[in-house]
């Protein structure tokens, strides 16, 4: 039983309600992307928008995340699969993250900066050699001991690796423990 309440102009004015002058509620967007499309796509899409009720903004957002349980990262694990594995709010540890989940994926400044830090200490805790030489790591040293360290070196790292060659030797040698 659906029970509706009726109300007149003047119990309306009593209370007055706020609306959303925009429409909806507001979601903050931290990150944009400019997207080319060809003009029947963008057109194509809009209409699909309107259909879904949704702006074009909301609706290729949605068709990227539809599209993520379809692209294969590694060994049949979907995009949307690895989100847990490879997402964290800080950018350090996302690139680790990467570096070490998939590393052919990573652009050839991140191999550099990769290099940088395998030639440095900071990932030393959270290495595992195996007896068959096989490089495995110990996740729970990298959550502990490698991100922590990452995250307070990350800016210093960027800034040698920006200035070059010398500047990262400089970097790599005072993050290496002397022998």
């Not at 990227?64 to 997402?87: K, P, R, Y």
């Not at 307070?152 to 400089?170: S, V």
Request: aromatic share 8%; proline share 3%; glycine share 4%.
């Amino acid at each position: 039983m659906v029970v509706l309440r009726t109300f007149d102009l003047e119990d309306m004015m009593k209370t007055p309600q706020k609306r959303n002058k925009s429409g909806g509620c507001k979601l903050t967007r931290t990150e944009t992307v400019t997207v080319r499309l060809d003009p029947k796509t963008r057109y194509m899409a809009d209409l699909a928008a309107r259909r879904q009720r949704r702006t074009l903004s909301s609706f290729i957002e949605w068709a990227v995340e539809q599209a993520l349980h379809g692209v294969c990262l590694i060994g049949g694990v979907t995009a949307d699969e690895m989100t847990h594995n490879l997402w964290d709010v800080d950018e350090s540890e996302r690139f680790a993250r990467l570096a070490i989940y998939i590393p052919e994926l990573l652009t050839y400044e991140e191999q550099e900066k990769w290099k940088m830090l395998n030639e440095s200490d900071i990932l030393l805790h959270a290495k595992v050699r195996g007896t068959d030489g096989v490089l495995s790591w110990n996740f729970a040293a990298l959550k502990d001991k490698v991100f922590p360290e990452l995250r307070k070196h990350w800016q210093e790292m960027n800034e040698a690796y920006d200035e070059g060659e010398e500047a990262i030797r400089q970097w790599i040698d005072s993050n290496t423990i002397p022998f």
